[in-house]
């Protein structure tokens, strides 16, 4: 008796049928879409007491105050300090560590532009540095690329995947270094049970549009070090001493601010923006709870497709879950893998696209790159006294390249219902079995 093998179904992206037909979410959002009647009641209490200025009034009633004391009860860090956004953490982190003009200080090759620039603002020079498996910044090259000048390593705990905090200290305990988390895409996230941001001597977090949770724009520094915290307390606010005397310090205290007062910028959150971060943060928990399950789902799948190499990850459990990455064999075949997968209607795609300037990968750092400058004196790159011996050139961390040009990534968002899910996982194994048949190109 003859038998015959069971066609596969055909690809949409070949014109069989899409395999997703479950409504999609609006979004790949993560805090904006949990806006709710709590954050506009507590915008609403805000405006309707014409107070919007935390120093304006009794710290127990600002909402600032409240979002740093939650956030210092969630993370376990000793101080906790509020800003108008990440950027300004990073800069004021950067300024509590002790970076000054001149110093080095090393970050990854995949990170948003915004980490090498705050190291610019201060007149220091960013090194970049290989990222391995997971995305993160490479343990290893951290070790090649330290000189005599520098100063600081900035892990960045990109799409929540945790750096690897032990190594990544040691290396800085060996050389006496400091080390500033950015955790702008891990708030929530862990390494060995311990809270982002409390591995290295500070920590700083995005509360912008796009990150876990947001409250538009603002930031958050924490750190177990008082030392730390004053000096990024000072230069968050040119009149911090200001504002602590007004506290109910005794003369004792206030002398002791006085004695390190120094000049500080306006980094200051607003009463509207903490009143927004707190109720958010009161969601953080049940977003990522949500996002690790998928997660760990569409793992299970993406195993399935022949030649895909998993993202390597440090601390599994502390992965906040917002995205998937893998790898596959080149950058032909994850372009191939990404347009089938969408062509389902899963939400992917490749991560380096020479055609589009990402200014999270550091070859479309351009300004960095060409070391320009908005001062006439060329500061910091050329400025008199000033001796920088960085070098840059858009090939010259091809490891980075390499991942990244081999790598699909999926989003995730809390709001993708079962069902929804459940088809993303039907069609990453639609598209497997074809790529065993000879793949979806």
């Known amino acids: ?26 979004n790949q959002l993560l805090g904006p879409n949990e806006f709710g009647d709590e954050e506009i009641a507590a915008v609403t209490e805000v405006l309707q007491s014409r107070s919007v200025f935390r120093f304006g009034m009794d710290q127990a009633d600002s909402r600032v105050a409240r979002f740093e004391k939650l956030f210092a009860e969630k993370s376990g860090a000793g101080h906790v300090l509020a800003v108008n956004s ?24 995949y ?67 400091a080390v500033l988390e950015d955790c702008a895409q891990a708030n929530g996230g862990t390494f060995a049970g311990r809270s982002l941001g409390t591995w290295g001597h500070a920590g700083v977090f995005s509360f912008q549009q796009s990150k876990i949770l947001s409250c538009g724009e603002g930031g958050v520094l924490i750190t177990n070090d008082r030392n730390v915290f004053e000096r990024a307390a000072m230069y968050h606010d040119s009149a911090w001493t200001f504002w602590t005397h007004r506290n109910h310090l005794t003369e004792e205290q206030k002398a002791a601010w006085n004695r390190i007062a120094f000049l500080g910028e306006n ?47 440090h601390d599994p459990e502390g992965d906040c879950g917002i995205s998937l990455v893998f790898f596959m064999p080149d950058g032909a075949r994850a372009q191939s893998t990404a347009a089938a997968l969408e062509a389902e209607g899963v939400p992917c795609g490749t991560i380096f696209s020479k055609s589009f300037p990402d200014r999270h990968i550091f070859c479309h750092w351009h300004y960095i ?30 490891a980075t390249l390499g991942w990244l040009e081999r790598a699909v990534v999926i989003a995730i968002t809390q709001t993708m219902t079962d069902e929804y899910v459940g088809q993303l996982c039907a069609a990453i194994r639609k598209v497997a079995g074809a790529s065993g048949a000879g793949g979806p190109a």
């Not at 015959?4 to 979410?25: D, K, M, S, Y």
């Not at 109720?279 to 049940?286: A, F």
Request: proline share 8%; net charge positive.
């Open 1 to 26: 008796m003859q038998t015959f093998a069971t066609p596969r179904p055909r690809l949409a992206i070949h014109g069989g049928p899409r395999a997703v037909t479950a409504e999609a979410p609006q």
């Open 86 to 109: 990440g950027t300004s953490a990073l800069i004021a982190g950067l300024i509590g560590i002790g970076v000054a003009p001149g110093d080095e200080v090393l970050v990854p090759a």
């Open 111 to 177: 990170t948003y532009i915004a980490t090498p620039a705050a190291v610019l603002a201060l007149g220091a020079y960013p090194v970049i540095v290989e990222t391995d498996a997971s995305l993160t910044i490479d343990p290893a090259d951290i070790e090649r690329k330290i000189t005599e000048r520098t100063r600081a390593i900035i892990p960045v705990h990109m799409r929540g995947m945790p750096c690897d905090m032990r190594r990544i200290m040691d290396i800085a305990d060996r050389h006496r270094l």
């Open 267 to 313: 980094y200051r959150q607003s009463e509207i923006h903490g009143a927004i971060a707190l109720e958010q943060l009161k969601k953080r928990d049940r977003i990522l709870a949500r996002t690790r399950a998928i997660k760990h789902q569409l793992a299970a799948a993406c195993a399935s497709i022949p030649g895909a190499g998993q993202e390597v990850c």
């Open 369 to 398: 790159l060409g070391k320009h400058s908005p001062h006439r004196t060329g500061f910091p790159w050329t400025s008199p006294g000033m001796q920088c011996s960085v070098e840059y050139s858009r090939d010259m961390c091809p």
